[in-house]
């Protein structure tokens, strides 16, 4: 396995743990009330921080063990890597365009802004949700 699908791998490992992870304690904290009186800010921050630090050191470790079984090859990417990226990179960036037009529309009727922020947040992880899932695709079955 090739540094980018590592890379990849780790990202869509991450994104799978933290999205229902923050969805849950959201749930947990609105105890049945209103999900707009949770304090989601701070949930939201840690989500994000954890995200990002469990993809590096992900990432990392996988790169260690890769390096020790194949020290040329574990950091090795070429020109279908690049391509597989950027395919990925445009996935992501169509569902963070509809993740932004969800957020025009939501402030366009006055929605609450727990429900705008959460809508941008979920934009996010799902665009690199989707954007890991094509990303893995492309490296098992090969660019279209």
């Not at 990849?8 to 490992?13: K, Q």
């Amino acid at each position: 396995m090739v540094y980018t699908e590592r890379n990849t791998w780790s990202t869509l490992i991450a994104a799978t743990v933290i999205i229902p992870g923050y969805i849950v304690v959201v749930l947990q904290q609105a105890a049945g009330g209103p999900l707009t009186s949770v304090d989601w800010f701070p949930i939201m921050l840690w989500a994000i921080g954890i995200s990002i630090a469990a993809t590096i050191v992900l990432s990392i470790l996988w790169g260690i063990v890769a390096g020790l079984r194949d020290p040329k090859g574990a950091t090795t990417t070429d020109v279908r890597d690049r391509d597989i990226d950027q395919m990925g990179g445009r996935v992501e960036h169509a569902l963070l365009v509809i993740a932004g037009l969800g957020v025009i529309a939501l402030c366009a009727v006055g929605a609450d802004v727990f429900w705008i922020a959460n809508a941008m947040f979920l934009g996010f992880a799902i665009s690199t949700f989707i954007g890991s899932i094509a990303r893995i695709i492309a490296y098992r079955r090969g660019l279209i």
